[in-house]
């Protein structure tokens, strides 16, 4: 199992930007950002693996960046040209063994982060 510690988001106008930051404690093969909104089902955003391959949903393609700190074993995710429609409850999600063709998949995941709000609006 993997302890994450999540950090950051908050509320920000249309168009702004926000951090989010993900704490480890250990070295995963995976380890992604998923969010929900209440009546769905939690979506995959972003995702990297342990070698360096990043995906994104297609949804924040172009205004969302993963990077990571391998000596604080610390996953950021900066969200910018935010929408109202990003509003959502985030979650970090870690594991140890995975394959990279399921980085966005839930069901891949079995460490999990406790939630941090991130809310657009005017």
């Known amino acids: 199992q993997v302890q994450l510690a999540e950090s950051g988001g908050g509320s920000a106008q249309p168009g702004g930007s926000l951090r989010l930051s993900c704490t480890a404690s250990r070295v995963t093969a995976c380890i992604a950002w998923f969010r929900q909104v209440p009546g769905n089902d939690r979506e995959g955003v972003a995702g990297?693996?342990?070698?360096?391959?990043?995906m994104y949903a297609d949804s924040v393609k172009g205004r969302f960046t993963l990077s990571q700190d391998n000596a604080k074993n610390t996953m950021y995710l900066d969200m910018h040209s935010l929408k109202s429609e990003d509003t959502a409850t985030y979650y970090c999600?870690?594991?140890?063994?995975?394959?990279?063709?399921?980085?966005?998949?839930?069901?891949?995941?079995?460490?999990w982060g406790q939630g941090t709000q991130v809310t657009v609006s005017p």
């Open positions: 999600a870690g594991t140890v063994n995975c394959q990279t063709s399921r980085l966005l998949r839930r069901e891949e995941y079995r460490s």
């Open positions: 990297i693996t342990s070698g360096g391959i990043i």
